[in-house]
């Protein structure tokens, strides 16, 4: 029964690793010091700007710590939990027709995808170029 309740392998992946969006807070917080660094040289008030450009960096840094999805392989069935479920989602591995690992999009930067089901396929991605695809 002990063999049943403990996983198999275990991966934790982190919303604030997401290579777009941390992309794009930095981007936005620079533009904030950017905005600041005009307004100080010409002798205008620009503080909010830079505690905006502070608050961007400390929500960035928090968001390393939240929790996006959890994989959790066990010997019959695959638990997937996260930040974005209601409930866990646990997947047969005896209903998995064909696994394929696959280049997850042509572009670089690419949205972070929890359980998408699309034309049968169910897909998860979080980061990098590849991604599994789950036949049913």
């Known amino acids: 029964m002990a063999e049943e309740t403990t996983p198999l392998y275990v991966e934790k992946q982190y919303l604030g690793y997401n290579q777009l969006s941390m992309l794009r807070r930095l981007s936005l917080a620079l533009f904030c010091f950017g905005l600041y660094w ?4 010409n002798n205008h008030n620009g503080d909010l700007f830079f505690l905006l450009g502070v608050v ?4 960035s840094i928090v968001l390393l710590f939240v929790l996006h999805l959890k994989i959790r392989v066990f010997k019959t069935y695959i638990e997937l939990d996260g930040l ?3 409930k866990k989602v646990n997947i047969d591995l005896k209903d998995i027709v064909k696994v394929e690992r696959k280049k997850y999009s042509q572009y670089h930067l690419n949205n972070a995808v929890f359980n998408l089901h699309l034309k049968g396929l169910v897909r998860f991605y979080t980061g990098g170029n590849e991604a599994i695809r789950n036949h049913r």
């Open 38 to 41: 005009w307004k100080v040289t």
């Open 84 to 86: 974005w479920t209601a």
């Open 56 to 59: 961007i960096i400390v929500i």
